[in-house]
């Protein structure tokens, strides 16, 4: 059974930094797309960023360049570096997996409304300006 399991959120000021980790267990699938998504009250969720097995990524806009994706495999975590944080980035973020060969990009992933296959319980993002 996969689980995945979020851990680092928090509350911090504007322009601050923060770095979520995701464990993952029960996953044994050799190609996949891991993903962090975020909700925030009364929107919809959306992606923020998406890797592959092969390490490509891709990026929401709105965190392109303050964000980064990455992955340790042998540890089975996947860890979203977040700097220069806004208000707007307050949120639910969500940590989520998909066993497939081909990856979508975020905008992909947005166009199409993909689902992934497993996710995690999510943890709380809270930025202060």
């Known amino acids: 059974q996969v689980q995945l399991v979020e851990s680092g959120g928090g509350s911090v000021q504007s322009g601050g930094s923060l770095r979520l980790s995701c464990a993952a267990s029960?996953?044994?699938?050799?190609?996949?797309?891991m993903g962090w998504f975020r909700q925030a009250p009364g929107k919809e969720r959306e992606g923020v960023a998406v890797?592959?097995?092969?390490?490509?990524?891709s990026y929401a806009d709105s965190v392109n360049g303050r964000f980064t994706i990455s992955q340790d495999n042998a540890k089975k975590m996947l860890y979203l570096q977040m700097n220069s944080l806004e208000p707007e980035d307050t949120a639910i973020y969500y940590c989520?997996?998909?066993?497939?060969?081909?990856?979508?990009?975020?905008?992909?992933?947005?166009?199409?409304?993909?689902?992934?296959?497993?996710w995690g319980q999510g943890t709380q993002v809270t930025v202060s300006s």
């Open positions: 989520a997996a998909d066993p497939t060969d081909v990856c979508l990009t975020v905008q992909g992933l947005d166009a199409t409304e993909y689902e992934y296959n497993y």
């Open positions: 029960g996953y044994t699938y050799s190609s996949y797309c």
């Open positions: 890797i592959d097995s092969d390490g490509v990524t």
